[in-house]
């Protein structure tokens, strides 16, 4: 038997806009970049990190210099359009020789950071998703090693190593994860009680699969950040080093090694102070503006 069309009534469809979709959905990675591009300090940071770059892989290029060449009759020749950045007390050309440091400084501070990066982030793992015993042992071992200054410990071993590019890497590798594996541990513990963990452990996960799978990559924000934030740290411990001559070996320019050769003719040339002065200052200030803008956008707190 047929339906009886009057007893059914046709009805318009009303568009509801709170069914509306806002905006569209971004992930936490999409989420993080849209507020660090709002953050100006954090992408000045980051175009002057770039730049910085560029410049150190390149620049010595396009020179028609060697930052070892030395011509005595060139000595102490202030800034010109020959010398932008004038000379050295042998003669060596400070523009070159800044372009030179930069690779130096910047490879000192990479290197650093991933070897704090791979350290830390295994050694922290390891203490906090296991807890107990293990994770007070290898604690104690961080606290004890947190009791002396890291700048005392890289000092001492580069006294026993003997200065050399390659010393300030083993010196600075063995010492400079501290911070990261609290910072790992920190995060683990807050992680592993969660309930995806739990379901990961009760299908038979194995703990490194849990650790390297699940419990890092949740972990990324504040390891990002900290490596960030250890790459001036790692510059600056390079140019203080190389400032009281415990750094590179002559003649390679490092700008601790600027620095230090600057310090001497000060009052009569000061501009061979003040030109590797500046392009440590700037670095560091660049890559702490970055880290800072790297922080606020990776918090999910921050997320809306």
């Given at each position: ?51 910085i770059t560029i410049t150190a892989i ?210 009569s040339y000061p501009f061979q102070l ?31």
């Open positions: 038997m047929a339906p009886n069309p009057e007893l059914f009534k046709r009805i318009d469809f009303i568009h509801d806009t709170s069914y509306d979709i806002a905006r569209p959905s971004t992930t936490y990675w999409q989420d993080a970049w849209r507020r660090l591009k709002k953050n100006k300090m954090a992408m000045a940071g980051l175009v002057m990190v770039c730049i390149f620049g010595p290029f396009f020179t028609k210099y060697n930052y070892s060449d030395q011509k005595l009759e060139w000595a102490n020749q202030p800034p010109s359009a020959e010398h932008w950045l004038g000379t050295d007390n042998l003669g060596r050309d400070m523009f070159t020789r800044i372009l030179y440091g930069a690779r130096i400084s910047l490879s000192i501070g990479i290197v650093a950071s991933l070897l704090n990066f791979t350290i830390g982030v295994v050694y922290g793992g390891i203490s906090g998703f296991f807890g107990g015993r293990v994770d007070s042992i290898m604690m104690r071992v961080i606290d004890i090693l947190w009791g002396i200054p890291l700048l005392l410990y890289v000092i001492l071993l580069m006294v026993v190593l003997e200065p050399g590019l390659t010393n300030i890497f083993i010196a600075l590798g063995l010492v400079y994860w501290l911070k990261m594996a609290r910072i790992v541990r920190g995060q683990i513990l807050s992680l592993k009680q969660l309930e995806y963990i739990l379901a990961a452990r009760l299908i038979g996960a194995k703990p490194w699969r849990i650790i390297l799978r699940h419990l890092i990559p949740n972990s990324m924000g504040p390891i990002i950040v900290t490596a960030t934030l250890a790459i001036p740290e790692a510059i600056f411990t390079e140019a203080f080093l190389s400032f009281i001559g415990l750094g590179v070996a002559a003649p390679m320019a490092s700008w601790g090694v600027l620095a230090s050769e600057g310090v001497t003719s000060l009052r003040f030109c590797p002065a500046v392009a440590i200052s700037i670095t560091m200030l660049s890559f702490n503006f970055l880290g800072d803008g790297l922080r606020d956008a990776l918090d999910p707190r921050m997320r809306k």
